[in-house]
């Protein structure tokens, strides 16, 4: 049993995280103020405020430090430049100088957002990123701070999706949400990614830190699909109507942030380093489905009642 630290803990990931690791370990989380139903450690604060970091540290000493609070929204990191800057590079380059300084682990989650999409194929932890907009290069900046303060940190390349405490965070339950009331909608054919369960990746990162990993990896699922297919994944999988999903460029979006086509990665390194085949797909979506019958949404939500 670790003493975990996890900011971001009212986000999708953070939140998983916690709920995954709760009886396994000794979690204290950090929140803005939202989780006051939760059944772990809970420390109120802002990190962009002075001394909240420290005193987060001071109180749960932790011996793994797992940041998952950022600006993760495309459009307000468009909106709120100077915003993202600081809680995606700033407040993980401090993160990792004073885990460096404590002799904590570090884990910092980045995105796949990263790279451009042009390559036909997938990216390698060796591939050149090439930021398309605020959130993918200030992630991709603070990849770098982190690394410039603490070289034995981890910094984690992510595609997740799950239930989350507002129930709208994740592309699955967009989906999941207009398929159950008959609302059509679209999904990008030409937007390929690598989605995980966040309970995989929650688990994949524990592993990691057990394994006394460090630097760079694509932390994703193994299969690449497209938006739209991974709607239709989740509709076979609720046994809804495909139907209701129609295919649809993201050229004809309006969305203001640009986005990558090819969001696809390679897991070999993570898979070599871990000796494990990660989560398939189908797994993940069957995890997903189950947590559904089992109300595992209400269950996450009532933690901010
Ligand atoms: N979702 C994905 O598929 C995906 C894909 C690629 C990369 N990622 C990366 O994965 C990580 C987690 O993403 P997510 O989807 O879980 O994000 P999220 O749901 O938007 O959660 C972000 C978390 O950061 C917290 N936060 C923001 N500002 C804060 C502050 N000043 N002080 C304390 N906490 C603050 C938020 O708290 P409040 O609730 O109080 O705002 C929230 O708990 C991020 O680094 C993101 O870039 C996510």
Same mark, same amino acid.
């Given at each position: 049993?670790?003493?975990?630290?996890? #900011?971001?803990?009212?986000?999708?990931?953070?939140?998983? !995280?916690?709920?995954?690791?709760?009886?396994?370990?000794?979690?204290? @989380?950090?929140?803005?103020?939202?989780?006051?139903?939760?059944?772990?450690?809970?420390?109120?604060?802002?990190? !962009?405020?002075?001394?909240?970091?420290?005193?987060?540290?001071?109180?749960?000493?932790?011996?793994?430090?797992?940041? %998952?609070?950022?600006?993760?929204?495309?459009?307000? %990191?468009?909106?709120?430049?100077?915003?993202?800057?600081?809680?995606?590079?700033?407040?993980?380059?401090?993160?990792?100088?004073? %885990?460096?300084?404590?002799?904590?682990?570090?884990?910092?989650?980045?995105?796949?957002?990263?790279?451009?999409?042009?390559?036909?194929?997938?990216?390698? $932890?060796?591939?050149?990123?090439?930021?398309?907009?605020?959130?993918?290069? #200030?992630?991709?900046?603070? $990849?770098?701070?982190?690394?410039?303060?603490?070289?034995?940190?981890?910094?984690?390349?992510?595609?997740?999706?799950?239930?989350?405490?507002?129930?709208?965070?994740?592309?699955? $339950?967009?989906?999941?949400?207009?398929?159950?009331?008959?609302?059509?909608?679209?999904?990008?054919?030409?937007?390929?990614? %690598?989605?995980?369960?966040?309970?995989? #990746?929650?688990?994949?990162?524990?592993?990691?830190?057990?394994?006394?990993?460090?630097?760079?990896?694509?932390?994703?699922?193994?299969? @690449?699909?497209?938006?739209?297919?991974?709607?239709? /994944?989740?509709?076979?999988?609720?046994? !809804?109507? /495909? *139907? $209701?999903?129609?295919?649809?460029?993201?050229?004809?979006?309006?969305?203001?942030?640009?986005? *990558?086509?090819?969001?696809?990665?390679? #897991?070999?390194?993570? *898979?070599?380093?871990?000796?494990?085949?990660?989560?398939?797909? *189908?797994?993940?979506?069957?995890?997903?489905?189950?947590?559904?019958?089992?109300?595992?949404?209400?269950?996450?939500?009532?933690?901010?009642?």
């Amino acid at each position: 049993m670790a003493r975990i630290l996890i #900011t971001g803990a009212s986000g999708l990931l953070g939140l998983n !995280l916690a709920q995954e690791t709760m009886n396994t370990h000794d979690i204290t @989380a950090v929140d803005r103020g939202k989780l006051v139903n939760a059944p772990f450690k809970v420390l109120n604060g802002d990190l !962009l405020n002075t001394g909240t970091l420290d005193s987060a540290l001071d109180s749960a000493q932790p011996e793994w430090l797992i940041n %998952c609070a950022a600006l993760a929204d495309l459009e307000a %990191c468009e909106n709120n430049p100077d915003l993202s800057r600081r809680l995606n590079i700033d407040l993980p380059a401090q993160m990792a100088k004073a %885990c460096k300084a404590r002799g904590i682990s570090f884990v910092h989650i980045s995105t796949d957002a990263v790279f451009d999409g042009e390559k036909d194929g997938f990216y390698t $932890e060796e591939d050149t990123p090439n930021p398309l907009g605020v959130y993918s290069q #200030t992630k991709f900046d603070g $990849e770098q701070a982190v690394f410039a303060e603490d070289a034995n940190a981890i910094v984690a390349r992510v595609n997740f999706y799950g239930w989350s405490l507002s129930g709208r965070r994740s592309l699955a $339950e967009f989906f999941h949400h207009n398929l159950t009331n008959n609302k059509s909608m679209s999904g990008f054919t030409d937007v390929r990614f %690598c989605p995980m369960l966040v309970n995989d #990746t929650a688990r994949t990162l524990i592993k990691m830190l057990q394994k006394n990993l460090s630097g760079l990896y694509h932390v994703v699922g193994p299969q @690449a699909m497209s938006k739209y297919q991974f709607g239709v /994944e989740i509709a076979r999988r609720f046994s !809804l109507k /495909e *139907s $209701e999903i129609s295919p649809k460029s993201i050229l004809s979006s309006n969305l203001t942030a640009r986005r *990558s086509h090819n969001l696809w990665l390679s #897991t070999h390194k993570l *898979s070599t380093a871990l000796g494990e085949s990660l989560p398939e797909f *189908s797994t993940g979506l069957d995890e997903f489905f189950t947590q559904y019958q089992q109300d595992y949404p209400q269950k996450i939500r009532s933690y901010a009642l």
